[in-house]
């Protein structure tokens, strides 16, 4: 399986933005996908999950804010990021799994990451 991730970006915060996670398979063939956000210094943090129920999670800190949503005829998931703070600023990982939740415990494959920068 192979993830593409795009549309990071640089914006002003209270801005938005909305990744894509293109997958070349069919994202019913994994159980569950989603973000994981890694900024300088700091570990690897969930940010959100879909899993193939439609049942969608997502991290203290980005809850409220940003959405996630799945079009499986294009293979394709979505992270809506709203109200942008300056903490937002890392990389972005699409990721996916075969037998997991939305909270993606156990990823199976990482896409490459894509910047998102905001700015205050």
């Known amino acids: 399986v192979q993830l593409q991730a795009s549309g990071g970006g640089l914006v002003q915060a209270g801005g938005s933005l909305r990744l894509s996670c293109a997958a070349s398979?069919?994202?019913?063939?994994?159980?569950?996908m989603g973000w994981f956000r890694q900024a300088p210094g700091k570990e690897r943090e969930f940010v959100s999950g879909i899993d193939w129920t439609g049942i969608t999670s997502f991290g203290d800190s980005v809850k409220g804010r940003f959405t996630i949503s799945r079009d499986s005829a294009k293979n394709t998931i979505y992270l809506q990021m709203n109200t942008l703070k300056p903490e937002d600023t890392a990389v972005y990982y699409c990721a996916a799994e075969k037998y997991g939740g939305s909270r993606l415990a156990a990823v199976d494959y990482w896409g490459q990451g894509t910047q998102v920068t905001v700015s205050s």
């Open positions: 398979v069919r994202t019913s063939d994994s159980n569950a």
